[in-house]
């Protein structure tokens, strides 16, 4: 049996100590050296327990990466509901459009006959009003929801006039 001494690992001990997490015992019982062998070394040498200042800032730190990388994420998230809410409105008010596009036709197409037809076609005036009326409405909506959704450029001085828009999207 060999009575050979257990090397100790100071640079471990030393290591450990300078985090300041360890009491005396906690090394004692990690490293196998007594508690006061321990206290002595670091009194000759002069230990401190400077890590402690830095694990602490390294924590915050890590913290703060984690609450910055939630609220990114959040933020990313928030924006992607925004985007596809407003991908709805925008696609719905373009079918909108084409469908008032189509009524705006017949109803040129139904002011045109009326001014070859006779002057009783009341019917004919009643169709292009309601029609008219189906085109302030429809054009009235799309402006008070994009104005909701916050869809316009506010720097834009001049919005586009409705017929300007029925023109972009027939000609593509």
Do not use: C
Not at 24 to 52: N, P
């Amino acid at each position: 049996m060999s009575d050979k001494p257990k090397r100790i690992d100071w640079e471990s001990v030393l290591r450990d100590y300078r985090t300041g997490k360890f009491t005396l015992r906690e090394l004692e019982a990690k490293h196998g050296v007594s508690y006061a062998q321990i206290s002595r070394k670091a009194k000759a040498e002069g230990w401190t327990k400077d890590l402690k200042d830095v694990i602490r800032h390294a924590t915050n730190v890590a913290l703060l990466q984690e609450t910055v990388t939630k609220a990114q994420k959040d933020t990313t998230d928030t924006v992607s509901v925004a985007v596809e809410t407003n991908l709805r409105v925008i696609r719905g008010q373009h079918k909108r459009l084409e469908e008032m596009d189509g009524l705006y036709a017949d109803a040129v197409r139904v002011a045109k006959a009326m001014l070859l037809a006779p002057a009783d076609t009341k019917d004919s005036i009643a169709a292009v009003q309601a029609t008219g009326t189906v085109f302030s409405t429809g054009k009235g909506l799309t402006e008070l929801e994009r104005k909701v959704f916050g869809l316009d450029d506010p720097e834009k001085s001049k919005a586009d006039s409705f017929e300007e828009l029925l023109n972009a999207i027939t000609n593509g």
